[in-house]
């Protein structure tokens, strides 16, 4: 009940296009999801994210999809940038406890130019 | 900008000895946590600190792990007895307050490499 799946493991596209993301999970007492972007040998830096009371939610050129009722939430990249290869790791967690994150495995993204 | 302080950034020790990892957290945090993410794995939750006290610790932290905030500013975590599977990258992250949901600030992270 506390995973998060994450898919797919890796991907790859060409500059310009939308990488799409998802995530699941089955704890219902989650209720903030962020995506977090590591790029080598750094931390998780915070994307978006998103809670549970809306569907969509826009940043630049990130945006998450949220689907309470099935439970999964994704993350599309608009016009995707070689600048924008990094692993991408979606979470999950709950305000009523201590807050930690459950991460999903992460998807590694790489831009073609 | 406040960040997430960690140091050192990479530490290589032998096996069976003790390694003291440290953070200095965002200066007005509260929550304190420490992850851990093994080469290419997703990044795992170890234990959650709040007022001088491990609130949540995860299986993984068991009792060769230890933490610590010993002064005002810095939080760390020793590993009494290193193995070989601790070797990872382990991570530091803050947060504000109990009222407070949005990001965990994450820092840089600490390689340890274990021989």
């Known amino acids: 009940q506390q995973q998060v799946k994450q898919s797919p493991q890796s991907l790859i596209v060409q500059k310009g296009g939308i990488p799409i993301i998802n995530c699941a999970y089955e704890?219902?007492?989650?209720?903030?999801f962020p995506w977090y972007q590591q790029f080598p040998g750094k931390g998780p830096a915070l994307l978006i994210a998103?809670?549970?009371?809306?569907s969509e939610k826009k940043e630049g050129r990130f945006t998450i999809s949220f689907n309470k009722s099935a439970k999964q939430f994704s993350l599309h990249i608009m016009d995707s940038q070689p600048g924008d290869s990094a692993t991408y790791f979606c979470a999950a967690t709950s305000s009523s406890g201590t807050y930690k994150y459950i991460f999903g495995t992460g998807t590694r993204l790489k831009v073609l130019a | 900008e406040p960040e997430v302080t960690q140091t050192p950034s990479h530490q290589v020790t032998q096996m069976g000895q003790e390694v003291i990892l440290r953070c200095v957290p965002i200066s007005n945090h509260l929550y304190f946590y420490w992850y851990r993410q093994i080469l290419g794995q997703k990044v795992e939750f170890l234990v959650s600190?709040?007022?001088?006290?491990?609130?949540?610790k995860s299986e993984i932290f068991d009792d060769q792990f230890s933490v610590e905030r010993p002064d005002g500013s810095n939080f760390t975590l020793k590993i009494r007895s290193t193995k070989l599977e601790d070797s990872a990258m382990y991570f530091c992250a803050s947060r504000p307050s109990l009222g407070y949901t949005g990001e965990l600030f994450f820092g840089e992270g600490s390689r340890l490499t274990v021989l």
């Open positions: 998103i809670r549970p009371d809306v």
């Open positions: 600190f709040y007022n001088n006290e491990i609130s949540e």
């Open positions: 704890n219902t007492a989650f209720d903030y």
